[in-house]
């Protein structure tokens, strides 16, 4: 099946640092998602990505939809404490079904 | 944002009991729902996907038997795990698919933590 490699698989940072992660696949995919999962909670919609070469914001979240259609980025400007928390990859099919990727964990020093 | 509700958030039960995990959407109708099953630390393991009035489509290496799904309305969707085992514990996860657009998003539950003792 398809399968979503998601780097990196953990971050710790200091408060107002900025921070970058990626996912890449061998499959294309026509949206691409991004979500925050906090402990004990179902994964909040950050942003989606329908278009190759899409750019989008999202208050001081910024992701991309790579042009090739195999990948994307999210970027997390000025963290803050409350940014803590697990971020996740996902990419749909026309099927809709979401493939996710394994998750990068989050931690941010005050 | 479009809301689900997932209930029960937290459920202890003894091995050999079946458990009844409820989805729904409270502000949209949805033909579509996920069931997921995540492990600490990693990442939401599709089980099965939920249709409205026909039967689930199981992902590969999901007993139906065991993980019985039913989605009688469009606004509801059940899991219930029988027989549970502690091997089944787990945090469980539904998904509903937001209408309308080719490639719709999909707006998640609280998620469900099953503890089999």
């Known amino acids: 099946g398809q399968q979503l490699n998601q780097s990196p698989q953990s971050m710790f940072i200091q408060e107002g640092e900025d921070v970058s992660m990626n996912c890449t696949s061998s499959s294309i995919f026509n949206t691409w998602l991004w979500y925050k999962q906090d402990p004990g909670e179902g994964p909040v919609l950050l942003i989606a990505l329908y278009k190759a070469g899409e750019l989008t914001s999202n208050g001081r979240l910024t992701a991309q939809f790579g042009i090739t259609r195999k990948d994307s980025f999210l970027n997390i400007s000025a963290s803050i404490p409350s940014d803590v928390g697990i971020y996740f990859c996902a990419g749909n099919t026309n099927a809709g079904k979401s493939t996710f990727g394994d998750g990068t964990t989050l931690t941010v020093k005050p | 944002g479009a809301v689900v509700s997932q209930h029960p958030s937290r459920v202890i039960c003894k091995s050999g009991t079946s458990v009844k995990i409820e989805c729904r959407s409270l502000?949209?109708?949805?033909?579509?729902m996920f069931w997921y099953r995540q492990f600490p630390k990693q990442s939401l393991m599709l089980m099965a996907t939920?249709?409205?009035?026909?039967?689930?489509?199981?992902e590969q290496g999901v007993e139906k038997d065991k993980f019985l799904i039913n989605h009688a309305s469009l606004t509801l969707s059940t899991l219930t795990v029988t027989s549970a085992h502690p091997e089944d514990s787990s945090f469980y996860i539904c998904?509903?698919?937001?209408?309308?657009?080719?490639?719709?998003?999909?707006?998640f539950g609280s998620g469900t933590q099953l503890s089999v003792l």
């Open positions: 998904s509903a698919q937001y209408p309308g657009q080719v490639d719709e998003k999909l707006f």
């Open positions: 502000d949209f109708q949805a033909t579509t």
């Open positions: 939920s249709n409205e009035g026909s039967k689930a489509t199981y």
